[in-house]
């Protein structure tokens, strides 16, 4: 079983930047297919961006792309999302998704990172 812990949300300015960090412990990360995710309230959890568990291919909610990178490093155990341009439709709590190869019915999720983008 996997833990997972976001960390790196924050207020920003639109057309600001952060940096979110997903730190896994307690099993081999690269195991894992990773994603990010985000919610607000009154909505529905959504995809923002996905990474398969080498970082061979990823894939971008069409809102983000070319604004959001996704990234991972499997000898630190942690996933990025660089996030760029950031808009206020932005403004959502951000989770980390971890899916292991061997059973793709699985989920472990973290506890969220608060992102607010405002002047």
């Known amino acids: 079983q996997v833990q997972l812990v976001e960390s790196g949300g924050g207020l920003v300015q639109p057309g600001g930047s952060l940096r979110l960090s997903c730190a896994a412990s307690?099993?081999?990360?690269?195991?894992?297919?990773m994603s990010w995710h985000r919610q607000v309230p009154g909505k529905e959890r959504e995809l923002v961006a996905s990474?398969?568990?080498?970082?061979?291919?990823?894939d971008y909610a069409d809102s983000v792309k070319g604004r959001f990178t996704i990234s991972r490093d499997n000898a630190k155990n942690t996933m990025y999302l660089q996030m760029n341009s950031l808009k206020p439709e932005d403004t959502a709590v951000y989770y980390c998704?971890?899916?292991?190869?061997?059973?793709?019915?699985?989920?472990?999720w973290g506890q969220g990172t608060q992102v607010t983008v405002s002047s």
């Open positions: 307690g099993s081999t990360f690269s195991n894992y297919a």
């Open positions: 998704k971890a899916v292991p190869t061997y059973n793709i019915k699985i989920q472990y």
């Open positions: 990474i398969t568990r080498t970082g061979g291919s990823r």
